[in-house]
């Protein structure tokens, strides 16, 4: 088997049937369906979905079965777990504290049921945690805020900062101020951006301090942008099935992962909502193979590359690029 690693990976995005059905009985919660094949149905999007919407729509059971610290543990636990049975080496996992808080729980208690589950896993992971685009939620991305400025390590829980949710509705350009403080507190962050929203989402990223891009797959609409990506060697977290199903990038043959590599842009291959997309990270290798001929070199590279840019430790690393050699 074959070893990887995945930046960019959403654990309510990453339920399977099976974890599903066990998340409920631990919790007593009756599933709306109950054979599996129906499950399968409610967790992923088909193929050839037409709408973002019939995609955020698959998000609704994997978080009512996430409001209760047991369940939040126990889901962390469980998608380490499949993802080491995967051939994972190594996981960055994000999730909203704040789609957390529906029951009891406050974000604090998401976050500590989080690194417990982190904890019983056997996977190598750390955790992000993602503030959410929106109207109405700018205390509950403070409280994040802080929540991240409390927990960050350095490696063994939450490492870094994220900002997630309707790039198309919520420019980034509104969250200027958040990542200013998350600068000044000095967490290192991702931003989701050029995904939804073109190359303008993708500079402003940058120039807010992003370490890192979710996506950025469209970058490519401005030169500019490239250049600027290059030059601070701001690494992208490209999630090819996904991008194909929201329809991010149109024509897949067109897909720029190549490009970018070979205009010197650190570029990962990422996953983003497995279980949604019904994928894995072997499963987007594969893809980009079939569909860009990547050859062995270049996936190494792309794994390197995704080494060099994860948030953890010098010495975490080293021993990621000896796993890899
Ligand atoms: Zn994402």
């Known amino acids: 088997m074959h070893s990887y690693l995945d930046l960019h990976l959403h654990l309510d995005g990453a339920l399977t049937p099976a974890m599903a059905k066990e998340l409920a009985a631990l919790q007593n919660i009756t599933l709306p369906v109950s054979n599996d094949e129906s499950l399968k149905k409610l967790l992923t999007v088909s193929p050839d979905c037409e709408s973002l919407n019939s995609f955020l729509e698959c998000f609704a059971l994997p978080l009512l079965l996430m409001q209760t610290p047991a369940g939040l543990r126990e889901t962390v636990r469980l998608v380490g777990d499949h993802l080491l049975s995967q051939g994972l080496i190594y996981a960055e996992i994000r999730f909203a504290p704040q789609l957390h808080t529906a029951l009891d729980m406050t974000q604090e208690d998401a976050v500590k049921a989080a690194l417990?589950?982190?904890e019983e896993t056997a996977l190598k992971a750390n955790l992000i945690l993602c503030c959410m685009r929106g109207q109405g939620n700018e205390k509950a991305n403070e409280e994040t805020l802080e929540l991240t400025r409390r927990y960050l390590v350095p490696d063994g829980g939450v490492?870094?900062?994220?900002?997630a949710g309707a790039e198309g509705l919520f420019p980034t350009s509104r969250y200027g101020n958040l990542f200013e403080k998350a600068r000044a507190y000095?967490?290192?962050?991702?931003?989701?951006?050029?995904?939804?929203?073109?190359?303008q989402s993708v500079r402003a990223a940058v120039e807010y301090g992003a370490a890192r891009i979710g996506h950025g797959v469209r970058s490519r609409e401005d030169p500019e942008v490239m250049e600027m990506l290059k030059e601070k060697g701001i690494t992208l977290e490209l999630c090819p099935?996904?991008?194909?199903m929201t329809h991010a990038v149109e024509d897949m043959t067109d897909y720029p992962l190549l490009r970018y590599m070979d205009e010197g842009i650190p570029v990962t291959v990422n996953t983003d909502d497995p279980g949604i997309e019904d994928t894995t990270i072997e499963k987007e290798?594969?893809?980009?193979?079939?569909?860009?001929?990547?050859?062995p070199e270049q996936e190494r590279q792309l794994l390197l590359n995704a080494v060099d840019a994860a948030f953890t430790t010098d010495e975490v690393k080293d021993s990621l690029r000896r796993q890899l050699s």
Do not use: C, Q, W
Not at 159 to 163: I, N, R, T
Not at 285 to 295: C, K
């Open 116 to 118: 417990k589950g982190l």
């Open 186 to 199: 000095g967490i290192p962050y991702t931003i989701h951006a050029g995904e939804a929203d073109g190359a």
């Open 241 to 244: 099935t996904s991008n194909r």
């Open 159 to 163: 490492v870094a900062m994220d900002l």
């Open 285 to 295: 290798f594969h893809y980009m193979r079939e569909l860009l001929g990547l050859t």
